[in-house]
């Protein structure tokens, strides 16, 4: 497949972006927490995908963990959505995904602005590995396991690489996100860093274990 090289450029997450042909727009941060991530789910609303479609465009809810890795579940638009995953025109492909040294991924599909996106990471404590799902309208499409460590943060990122850092990004919004840490941090909230997003706000109902973010606003884009 098509390298996605990304790299989280908040530095909240642990990375810096080290290529000039990356560019990252709108974010939703949060992390490092003093405990760490257990599980993370959201539903990523994609929007229409940029038009017209350039190489490439990635949407993604990521976690940086200890390892260095990032558990990163993907939305892109190519340039050609049918050499990638078999889309038609103005559709986007997704697949869970972990840059881990390489881009490693499991199955990538065609989605559809308007569709909605259930990406989850679940930590598996019999193999120690995070076990991803990508699930569209109801059905589970692509998965993947991977040895990652802890993860650390959770964030949303807007990129654009190469030709596609000439798009204009629509606004769009990801719902009812749970994150489920090992124990309970209160001062995760405090790590939340917002750019060029707002969101519905963070709120915990067993002090500080389990968060959830009902609504949030990624606001229009343009590179
Ligand atoms: C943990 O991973 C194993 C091996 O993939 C799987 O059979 C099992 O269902 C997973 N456990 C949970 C709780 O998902």
């Not at 990304?6 to 727009?25: E, K, M, N, R």
């Not at 991977?146 to 030709?163: F, I, K, L, P």
């Not at 309970?184 to 973010?213: E, I, Y």
């Amino acid at each position: 497949m098509h390298g996605i090289r990304s790299l989280v450029s908040l530095a909240l997450l642990g990375w810096a972006s080290a290529q000039q042909s990356i560019a990252f727009g709108p974010a939703f941060s949060l992390g490092p927490t003093k405990s760490w991530i257990r599980e993370a789910t959201t539903t990523l609303v994609l929007p229409k995908a940029p038009s017209p479609q350039k190489d490439r465009l990635a949407l993604w809810p990521g976690m940086g963990t200890s390892n260095g890795d990032l558990i990163q579940a993907l939305a892109v638009s190519f340039s050609d959505p049918a050499a990638n995953c078999g889309a038609r025109a103005g559709q986007w492909c997704t697949w869970a995904s972990t840059l881990q040294g390489s881009q490693l991924g499991g199955k990538q599909v065609p989605a559809s602005g308007g569709d909605k996106l259930v990406m989850a990471y679940k930590f598996n404590d019999s193999t120690g590995k995070y076990d991803q799902t990508v699930t569209v309208n109801g059905k589970v499409v692509s998965s993947l396991s991977t040895s990652s460590g802890q993860a650390q943060g959770w964030g949303t990122a807007v990129e654009a690489q190469d030709q596609a850092s000439k798009s204009v990004v629509a606004a769009h919004q990801y719902l009812d996100t749970t994150i489920i840490l090992n124990s309970a941090d209160l001062t995760f909230r405090d790590t939340l860093r917002l750019t060029d997003a707002d969101s519905s706000g963070l709120t915990t109902s067993d002090n500080g274990k389990t968060w959830k973010v009902t609504t949030i606003n990624i606001h229009q884009h343009s590179f």
